[in-house]
């Protein structure tokens, strides 16, 4: 990201070099792809109305003009999901594009309609893409926005981002789901006092250097905070030399403006605070009962307090600034505004219609909060979970008795933490510690200690809530529990006891419940814990066979079944079950699963040899831990990017990740994200060749020393690395004992039995075993690709059994078989590998041999790909595969332009003239 530390300005003063900058990047999207550009700064600070006249010097019908596409986060305690992305889309419509299929893919339905929307609209001219303050924006919306930017070339476009700075937030990024390199940053802070004096001198001819310091000191430089000041009648008396600096205050200031307005626009600016939000002008003409709305609010447009867009149907008008928006709507006297709440709840449905009757009501309403409770439960059923949460906190707010408040607090809570809203969740921490002590309080404690990463203390709490339900009625809300409490001891490793925590649930409700299939899916994960994942899979057999057939309530049980069918090597089924899973969100308790189905669905991938789809996936749970992950879930994510970017060989990428990664593993009390940033390091110390730090690192993955359960389950992950790494290293002995413990891992593909053959030729030949080495490895070969074809595995397996030839006196045949090998490394993008292979490949060399073939195609072809760029080699992998364009368009989730972009770009570096010749270049090597 290109950093710009830029200063302040208001209207035509200031702000000269950002709006300089920010011009520069609409010519290039005139001519061509342009960067994308994010504006941060605090509250107040100018950015919008940066924006604002950025899409005045742009915006047009002339040679010159830009279509603008401008949509705002909904000013909302709890934005619902893709809610932003929704706006964004109704925007590209309003600016002329029309309704068009998303097209097929893993990528949110809404994000590849937006792509579809802007891809139209630059078939007439270029666009300016605006989505502003984006620090209210919901997590799902945000996680689309940053996959949309990537996608955007070559289309002109130019996407302008904006929010405050708060950097935990929207502005750090998910693993594989970074803001695109070439991003411009433009970070906004106060102005001068040089542009203070400037703008004050506008308004007082007569201030004084000293004034316009006093004016920085007191404003600190805010715009927003200076035109408050600047609108008071008595500027120069209050900054007259000498005189003390009184205390400055917006909304005083504010108050003292709207008493001087007239009725028609102090009216129409009231009805906008309470809307909240952008409001056509019709609406506000029905709230305050005046058809002159927008003539009455002209003049405060032209003095920059408000702003207005004209959409396909109405004119548009919205604060400029959330900080005056707030002082209009504390400024409203309570009568007036109840009752414009009421009319406004009048004019709306959904969640604004519930929105306006909270606010119109003065404190407890037992016939509200009762409507919210069942508009909750309506909105739960269909796994709308965050506007659940959002009514019951509502209710809460208006319920008449302590207990209905606390109940409706309490599970309002226990829902947000349900949908990973963990943010929203923690704000309420001191009113739950507030409650009485009692099973409600501490299971809704122990959830928000597993919000905080706080798995162990999670763990306890809940056992105690428990225990306090121990002489209940058995029903659902026991049963919830009871998941929860197993979901927790799943994470922690401790197999028996989420055992019987899921048989404890299945018990407290009846059999044809929805909660019997969570129950039955944890019961089997324990099962995995405690005797083996064949166990866990066959406790699993309810489930349909055709992973698309679950239900929601299902998910949970195939994400296991996934699970477990890739620890046992059935690899392909296993990618079956977890893509579903992936792609389907919707059943109340499986958003505590976080993002396991895209973690196992990355590592599939990665033993597949699918090493592009396995970056494709790590950006969909990127994606997805924007929506539901735990900080861990970022640890476990950042971790295997980690390991992808050091397969290639891109070493500063992988440290860099697993940095990330250890940062966010710091709080979490558990041992899952260890494992993750392991295996990690030991990748990265594994690519560079430094075999010993790579022992030393999965030594410490010891059953004796750690979670046995989990340990003994995931052995399969890092014990082959391990024996790799001691042959590597001349320990023969720990090689051996490794490689027994391997084969004691169950296995029901060829998965782990292609790496124990690999390894079992690895160990013969170092013993001097060469016969023995050569029938192992040859075995190796002939197995079936039973559950999948595990291209890493095999392909490990072919190198080795080249340099066994070799050392066997079969220089040519040795040579042949790691030609084979450095095929399969360029086709994964193994370089590392790759580079070894074609040295043992040199080092095998004989005068009286000739390179056959092969040879030429590996040393030419075999690093062909090297001059792309990841995307440029996704699709050309793809072309490779017989795909067309809009079908690598759907996979990628981008637009057949950037398909065709991007293959002209790999023409000209590979010096191909046809789509038919790069086909055959792929196909051949």
Known sequence: MVEAPVRGGLDGVGRSAELYRLLDVARRARTGTPPPVLITGPAGIGKSELVDRLRRRVAGDGPDGMTVVRAVAPDVALSRPGELLARCLAAAHAAGATAAPAPNGPSPPGASALLAALDELDDHRPVLFVADDLHRADPESLAALRRLLRRLPPLRVMAVLAGHDRPDDWLDPPPGDPWPEDTVHLALSGLTVGEVGELAREVDPDVTAWTARRLREETDGNPTYLRAVLAEEDLSARYRLGRPRPPGSLAASLRRRLTRLPDGAREALEALAVVGEPAPV??????????????DCAPLVREGLLEAQVDESDEILAFRSALVRDAVYGSVPGERRRALHRRAAELTGGPAHWRHLVGSTDG?????ADALEQAAATEFARGALVTAAEYLLWASARSTTDRARADRLTEGVRLLVHAAREGDALQHAAEIEALPDGPGRSGLLGLLAFARDEVTAARDLLREARAGMADRVPDEAVARLDLELAYVHIQLGAGEAAREAAADARAQVPEGHRLVALARAFHAAGTALTDGPAAGLDELAFLPSAPGDATPYELAGLTHRGILRGLL???????????????????????????????????????LGEWDAARRELEVAAAAAARYG???????????????????GEQDAARADLRRAT????????????????????????????AEDVATALSGLSPEQLEPDRIQLYSGWWLPALVDSHLDTGRLDSAARTLAALDRVPAAGSCLPVARAWLSGRLAAALGDLAGARRALEAGLALPADGGEPAWYRTRLRHAYGTTLVLAGQR?????ALYAAADAYSRLGARPFLERCLADVDDAADPADSPGPAGGAVRVGGRWADGLTDREREITTLVGRGWTNPEIAAELFVSSKTVEYHLRNVYGKLGLRSRRALRDRVQQT
Do not use: K, N
């Not at 407890?364 to 509200?368: G, I, N, S, T």
């Not at 079950?577 to 590592?603: E, F, I, K």
């Not at 966010?664 to 594994?686: K, N, S, V, Y």
């Not at 040519?812 to 042949?816: E, K, P, Q, V």
């Open 812 to 816: 040519s045949a040795g040579r042949t």
């Open 630 to 648: 735990r900080s861990f879930d970022h640890a476990t994510l950042w971790s295997l990017s980690a390991i992808l970017h050091a397969g290639r």
């Open 282 to 295: 019709r609406t506000l003409r029905s709230l305050t009962g005046r058809a002159t709305v927008s003539e």
């Open 663 to 690: 940062e966010r593993a710091e709080a979490a009390d558990f041992l899952g994200p260890r494992i993750h940033l392991t295996l990690a390091a030991a990748a990265i110390a594994q690519a560079e060749g430094r």
């Open 569 to 607: 090597g059935r690899l392909t089924p296993a990618c079956a079950d977890l893509t579903v899973v992936a792609r389907r969100r919707g059943t109340p308790l499986a958003h505590l699963m976080g993002v396991s189905a895209q973690v196992h669905l990355v590592w599939c991938d990665y033993l």
């Open 364 to 368: 407890p309403d037992a016939a509200l």
